[in-house]
């Protein structure tokens, strides 16, 4: 398996944009987590899923933030409309067991 | 996280030991985790070890945990350049929740 897969890599965007990030999870994991990493505030869970479904959102800063997950092989994290203080950079993880969770490469996002 | 802190930064000779300390709130944490991110890479899993125990050791890193005192350590024996990186303490409790520390930055000097 090819691991998780974030796209894009690197998203420059200007404030009031919208900015879609994508992640395909490991095929059979039925978790699916998105994070945001800053300088300021470290690694924050945002939301996570299991079998496409959102369990806990409480980490989604405000209704700007949304994220799905139409199905076992896809999500979306949006941001609509997108402001300076929403760069950073946004990895999506997946598991099966509640042991070990596989991060991708993450997404770098730049707002300006 | 707020409910895991680590000290931000730690510099170390080549060859030598590297120990990295965290802290950590949540008394019904079932899980501690070590993960290790490199310049614009994810998180790597490092080591984990379950809250029953006491020490666990795999090749060059032994992990100690104090459950009484909420502290978790990471010891790296012969430390080399390769292991730069940014390492992170996180806790889990009984959901798939992970709480990550504001991380380590470990800097390897020859």
Redesign the interface.
């Known amino acids: 398996d090819a691991g ?1 897969i974030q796209s894009p890599r690197h998203e420059v965007t200007e404030m009031g944009q919208e900015v879609t990030l994508r992640c395909k999870p490991i095929s059979g994991h039925d ?1 699916l ?1 998105w994070y945001r990493q800053t300088m300021m505030r ?4 945002l939301i ?1 899923f ?1 079998n496409n479904v959102p ?2 959102d409480s980490g989604m800063p405000e209704d700007r933030f949304s994220a799905k997950m139409p199905n076992a092989s896809f999500s979306t994290l949006k941001i609509q409309p997108s402001e300076p203080r929403d760069s950073a950079v946004y ?1 999506c ?1 997946s ?1 099966k067991t ?9 997404t770098r996002l730049t707002v300006v | 996280g707020e409910d895991v802190e680590q000290s931000l930064f730690l510099s170390v000779r080549e060859g030598d030991s590297s120990v990295i300390n965290c802290t950590y709130t949540d008394s019904s944490s079932t899980y501690l985790y070590w993960y290790k991110q490199e310049p614009g890479a994810g998180l790597q899993l490092l080591t984990y070890i379950f809250s029953n125990m006491d020490m666990k050791q795999d090749q060059r890193l032994t992990v100690l945990l104090n459950k009484k005192d909420k502290h978790l350590s990471l010891r790296i024996a012969d430390t080399q350049t390769g292991d730069s990186a940014i390492y992170f303490c996180a806790e889990r409790a009984n959901d798939y929740k992970l709480s990550f520390g504001a991380g380590t930055t470990v800097t390897v000097r020859a």
């Open positions: 998780v978790y987590f470290g690694l924050e869970l996570y299991n369990i806990d990895f993880a598991t509640p042991i070990e969770a596989f991060f991708g490469q993450g």
